[in-house]
């Protein structure tokens, strides 16, 4: 898995918040394509969005779908479920270089 660098405050200790240009910078680097409104990953490509807000964080996984309207990020998962996030709670996102790898492994038995 990928882990997207936020800024400098995270390494002061500080309360980072994420920016429409950091999300940005996100699903560019995670090869999003546009459509519909949408930001939708490759196929086999999963986001998780971390966020937290007075002390409480949530993650939000299998993310294949991403839109943002002014301060809300709206999160779209593989089963269909759409989740409202305000950007300002938004610290963390990571995502994995998809179900494509070039050292898949053969089922059974080599020899």
């Known amino acids: 898995m990928k882990l997207a660098v936020l800024?400098?405050?995270?390494?002061?200790?500080?309360?980072?918040?994420?920016?429409?240009?950091?999300?940005?910078?996100?699903?560019?680097?995670?090869?999003?394509?546009?459509?519909d409104g949408w930001s939708v990953l490759e196929s086999g490509r999963l986001l998780s969005l971390y966020a937290a807000h007075d002390g409480v964080s949530l993650t939000v996984q299998k993310i294949e779908a991403v839109r943002v309207a002014h301060t809300v990020v709206y999160a779209r998962n593989t089963k269909g479920e759409t989740f409202l996030i305000a950007l300002e709670d938004l610290f963390a996102a990571a995502f994995d270089a998809g179900s494509e790898s070039k050292t898949a492994r053969k089922a059974g038995f080599l020899g």
């Not at 918040?17 to 999003?32: F, G, I, N, P, Y």
């Open 7 to 35: 800024d400098s405050e995270a390494r002061a200790g500080k309360n980072p918040r994420m920016t429409h240009d950091m999300l940005k910078a996100v699903l560019s680097e995670a090869q999003s394509k546009e459509q």
